[in-house]
């Protein structure tokens, strides 16, 4: 399922800048910050570096969010000028808000900031108003970029617009939308000059992931900059995710309780990309459903995420809670597939390898020997099976045993920790650790989707469901939605396994 991981996972899509900052001040005891009129103040209790650290993080997004507490207190007349004043009017603006490596970071940010368990109380916060609070176009220029792309206004387009947008991120906004022949859509509308500023930040990049070998000595950062660089340019190409998107919606099609939006081809574009909308309840107010149906909800996820790598060889690689709309009875319809990793079976032979030698044969020698030769970790690294299996065990532990278990806060940010705390008892092998290119977004699995898990605290036999997933067991389904799965793939065909996507009796690899 996972593997090692250090701060390259967080490459993956998480914000590892910010938690390796924190953590290289932490290691070193102290934190500088900045003093008006006085000398630098040495931070050295850990409120005190936090402090430091969340005024760095918070930069990207402090104006708006100040803009948004603004709100609050002001009344309707006064909150529609403060949104107004708030919005990018021109190209220029996006660049300068989302340029200076704002733009990546906020990226990165978003990816980030439902990763609670393991950063300290100031950076989730930060990080949260990344995700929230990314200021939206204004609407003229917003139909600028229709016009654009598709050559006519959106008023003209469609036979209803709505130019107030229903979310707005780091990349680009959403618009309701009714097409003139009935069907209601979402319009993803990207930021004009957004790809110009992103790409630009990526451009500085490299020094950031050269300063985290300081912390991780074992980390390559030359193929993480470039799978993490080929991966958000990606994210910018709404055709590469008009693609992608439609590569699931295919394959879910008719599926009892997984749903992806159709793409909407007549009006998309490289930067538009209109879809089918999707309702559904949202994940703050799914955590207060009950157990019951969160199980339901987590489950869906699962089999979504280990579903699609195992059986599509395609992974989705941001999961977090704005990406997911849920129904009571299990059904989640999932967006968002700007960051997709499409692998192949060379690629996903690893990880079939680390879970038969970990969690079937229970063989920690083996798995040594593969993650050695997989290169994420180094094979002179001095450390004993022992060790390597209590460290990398962790990553495997929900499905070690044939039982219900409850995934929670707790495992979420002890796996958190794993990965940054180079402090800890695991400090050491962390150091040994890298991580492959054709690792580094399915990392986004330990750092995103057990973070998710744990906030819903869904129950499950987590071991008989990812046997059912796992095409080298394949075994007999064990939920009431592993068996209208069953029931859809034998009725369908579409969830069965690529051919000789996976070959039927596990190898080894042995060291060369």
Known sequence: MSCSRDL??????????????????????????????????????RSQRNVVLASAVTKAGSGWALDQARRVFADAERREELDEARQLRTAEQVADTLGNLKGAMMKLGQMASYLDQGLPEPVRDALAQLQQDAPPMAPELAAGVIVAELGAR??????????????AASIGQVHRALTHDGQAVAVKVQYPGVDVAIKGDLDNAGMIFGAMKFLFPGLDPKPLVAELRER????????????NQRLFAE??????????????????????????????????????????QRDLAGEAIYRFVFGSLYRLGAFNGDPHPGNYLFGPDGRVTFLDFGLVKRFTPTELRPFQDMIVAMVLDQDVAAFRRIVETVGLLRPDNGFTDEQIGEYFGHFYEFVANDAPLTMTRAYASETVSRIFDTSGDHGEIMKSANVPPSMVII????????????????????????????????????????????????????????????????EVISPV
């Not at 959106?154 to 979310?167: G, K, N, Y």
């Open 154 to 167: 959106p008023e003209v387009l469609f036979a209803e617009w709505d130019p107030v947008p229903i979310a």
């Open 251 to 292: 394959y879910y099609e008719g599926h009892p309780f997984i749903h992806v939006p159709a793409v909407v081809d007549e009006f998309s574009s490289r930067r538009v990309l209109t879809t089918e909308l999707a309702t559904g309840a949202r994940f703050a107010e799914v955590e207060g459903w009950p157990a019951e």
């Open 232 to 243: 958000l340019v990606e994210e910018l190409d709404y055709e590469l995710e008009a693609s």
């Open 8 to 45: 390259a996972r967080a490459a993956a899509g998480v914000g590892f800048v910010s938690a390796g900052v924190w953590l290289y001040r932490r290691q070193n005891g102290h934190a500088t910050a900045v003093h008006r009129g006085g000398p630098p103040i040495q931070a050295t209790t």
């Open 443 to 506: 990392q986004r699995i330990n750092l995103g989707l057990y973070a998710i898990l744990g906030e819903l605290e869904a129950t499950a036999n987590w071991r008989r469901i990812a046997e059912e997933l796992w095409p080298w067991v394949a075994a007999e389904p064990a939920t009431d939605l592993g068996r209208q799965e069953a029931a859809w793939r034998a009725a369908t065909g579409r969830g069965a396994v690529r051919p000789g996507f996976w070959a039927p009796e596990p």
